[in-house]
């Protein structure tokens, strides 16, 4: 973490003795930091600049400040306040003033403890952020035609999250995959069929990379189903191992998932799961989640099957370690985003859904959403509980 402590000290007040209060507050709050002091001149170029408003009558010396502070970053204003020497009463009224201006900002001011966790979750957003802006992230052929809520606006998109669409179409990886050597599979399966189709979806898997590579992309959806009628393939085995590879690798050209999934992997660095609720109680809150392909860095081990639908190709059946989940979806426009934690309870592998199958129970008021205000189709999953700081990053991009 780069954290950097700015601060705000009105000339009213005896220097030593303020000096004195610095050191017992900073000195509680065990984060690493890099105290700046009352020089902005960098501000902004750090993973989390916090400005410590250390006394009471600094308001109009951050009203002086703020024109040249916006100039060097559009990010939130964190002002850190103490319960000494009016800090508190000086946050307020700068961040009301905020508010006024139509910036965003947040007090951070409780126990030490508090005050430092909070600071560990925000600095992880911080740097989330960075991390997305300049990525590039392919759409390699449009949505699929079932994807009727799910567009997307790419300029919002650029301008929030720093983000570029690039449009492929899906010919130029067509005639990228009509180039490319089979390779020779490493693993088989016990079905021939499988066996059968598997060196043809490791050369979709190739195709796919130099398509990532000529475009410089960080991750990419696809539009997969136009692979059945044109190679005779699919792409699971693809997505699985681009997934594991650290690229964002995403089903059927959507948009709001690809960037739902970006997001989790600039937060937590891990990767995540595209799925559809296949069954809900909402009773229990026990949920059902299916697709053909999930990263294979994701599962304790998995299994070479068909694609479901189309019973052609390759799919993976994926078994997932049980224990603490969070789901997420964010809408194209940006607007709205959904998140909850839960457990995953157990893996299943029945014949008639997509091959990988993740019953997870949530609280029965989070599936409430999904039956009377979902966010499209497609939701995403990733290990581990991370709900804090999902909500902390997607409300400092809305």
């Not at 759409?139 to 994807?147: A, C």
């Not at 997001?263 to 660095?269: D, H, M, S, V």
């Not at 059946?317 to 979806?329: A, I, N, Q, S």
């Amino acid at each position: 973490m780069n954290i950097a402590i700015y601060t705000l000290t009105s000339t009213l007040h005896d220097p030593k003795a303020v000096d004195v209060l610095t050191r017992e507050f900073l000195s509680s709050i065990n984060v690493p930091y890099t105290l700046i002091g009352d020089d902005f001149s960098d501000y902004g170029s750090h993973d989390l600049n916090l400005i410590y408003v250390r006394t009471g009558g600094t308001e109009g010396v951050f009203r002086q400040l703020m024109p040249e502070l916006v100039k060097k970053s559009d990010r939130p204003f964190y002002l850190l306040a103490s319960d000494k020497s009016n800090s508190l009463a000086a946050s307020l009224e700068i961040l009301s003033y905020l508010r006024q201006q139509g910036r965003r900002g947040e007090i951070l001011h409780g126990n030490p403890d508090y005050v430092a966790s909070r600071i560990q979750l925000l600095c992880s957003v911080e740097s989330a952020i960075r991390h997305l802006h300049g990525c590039r992230l392919g759409v390699i052929g449009k949505p699929s035609d079932w994807l009727i809520a799910s567009d997307a606006d790419a300029e919002c998109i650029r301008k929030k999250l720093g983000i570029e669409l690039i449009e492929i179409p899906m010919r130029e990886l067509l005639d990228i995959w009509s180039t490319t050597t089979e390779p020779k599979p490493e693993e088989h399966s016990d079905m021939p069929q499988v066996n059968k189709a598997l060196p043809g979806a490791l050369r979709i898997y190739e195709a796919l990379r130099t398509l990532v590579q000529r475009y410089s992309l960080q991750g990419f959806t696809i539009r997969c189903f136009d692979l059945l009628d044109a190679v005779h393939n699919t792409g699971c085995w693809a997505l699985a191992k681009l997934n594991a590879e650290g690229y964002v690798a995403g089903c059927e050209g959507d948009v709001p998932t690809m960037l739902t999934m970006m997001l989790l992997r600039a937060l937590t660095g891990s990767s995540s799961f595209q799925a559809n609720p296949s069954s809900i109680n909402p009773e229990t809150g026990e949920m059902l989640f299916a697709h053909c392909t999930i990263p294979f860095d994701m599962v304790r081990c998995y299994e070479l099957d068909t694609h479901f639908e189309s019973g052609i190709g390759v799919g993976i059946r994926g078994y997932v370690p049980e224990g603490p989940v969070t789901l997420c979806k964010l809408s194209g426009d940006l607007s709205r985003f959904f998140v909850a934690e839960g457990e995953l309870i157990r893996n299943q592998a029945k014949p008639d859904l997509c091959r990988t199958q993740l019953a997870i129970r949530l609280s029965p008021s989070d599936t409430e959403y999904f039956l009377t205000n979902p966010i499209g189709n497609h939701h995403v999953i990733t290990i581990g509980h991370h709900a804090g700081a999902l909500k902390a990053l997607l409300d400092h991009v809305g």
